[in-house]
């Protein structure tokens, strides 16, 4: 059974910090690009980092510099470190997986709120 599970999402003043993490099971963890998205209200949902198996990084615009995509193959966990966080952040946060075997093998996590307080 696949299984994306975010946590550590809560509510934080303008300039803090927040871990993310996203502990995964049932799919193929080294072969899978594992990404973190947001989802604004009335908005549509936005890549905000992503990871390949081979460790490189992307990142949006608008967090570079502010937000560290990991990733832990022994622990089937992928992390968003995010700092200097802004009101502009506040969304659901999304981790998302993609297999490089198949794009068939997409999963989503359920998501968690992050708000952040001015």
């Known amino acids: 059974q696949v299984q994306l599970a975010e946590s550590g999402g809560g509510l934080v003043q303008a300039g803090g910090s927040l871990r993310l993490s996203c502990a995964a099971s049932?799919?193929?963890?080294?072969?899978?690009?594992m990404g973190w998205y947001r989802q604004a209200p009335g908005k549509q949902r936005d890549v905000v980092a992503s990871i390949t198996i081979g460790d490189s990084t992307n990142y949006a615009d608008s967090v570079k510099g502010r937000f560290t995509i990991s990733r832990d193959n022994a622990k089937n966990m992928v992390y968003l470190q995010m700092n200097s966080l802004k009101p502009e952040d506040t969304a659901v946060y999304y981790c998302?997986?993609?297999?490089?075997?198949?794009?068939?093998?997409?999963?989503w996590g359920q998501g968690t709120q992050v708000t952040v307080s001015s």
């Open positions: 998302n997986s993609k297999s490089v075997l198949s794009t068939a093998y997409t999963f």
């Open positions: 049932g799919i193929p963890f080294r072969l899978s690009v």
